[in-house]
């Protein structure tokens, strides 16, 4: 499935990779079968991917239950077969602007800026490390969600400036629990 329209259910939003419903006080989440890389959505798709991506979420929501999380059901049996396997209903929540990172190895955008400077997203690191290695400790490394372009690593400061510090403490707690 590359694209999907449910008559008389309004969509509300068209991702990369997803299709958002209104369902009234809760949202219906279709993954599809879009490829999306580096903020391109690429010509063909891959037949379920989407059954794929959604189970993948569907086995972590399980795991960390602990953590409270807007996932309702991911049966939608009232709805299209086509969309089973790739759907689930959600409470509709208010997203937070930041991504929430944690990271326990110093790759990627995290290694760059070690190279550079010696820290991630502000947080001094111990000299030495080497790429791909093992943090000390895992840390929480805040970005940016942006709307369109790439997310950008933010400091604490910034999360905090963003969200509020009790918003951004309860993000931090709950990712560096997960």
Known sequence: ????ELPGVRKIASGKVREIFDLGDELLLVATDRISAFDCILPDPIPDKGKVLNQISEFWFSKISFIENHLVTSDVSGYPAELAGR???VRKAMPLPIECIVRGYLA????????ASGTVCGIALPEGLR??????????TPATKAA???DENISWERCVALVGEDIARQARGASLRI
């Not at 499935?1 to 999907?4: A, D, E, I, T, Y």
């Not at 995290?110 to 190279?115: L, M, P, V």
């Not at 790429?131 to 929480?140: D, K, N, S, T, V």
């Open 148 to 150: 369109s372009g790439h």
């Open 1 to 4: 499935m590359n694209n999907c």
């Open 87 to 89: 759907s689930m209903i």
């Open 108 to 115: 990627g955008s995290g290694w760059k800026e070690y190279e």
């Open 131 to 140: 790429q791909a290695g093992r943090l000390p400790e895992p840390i929480f």
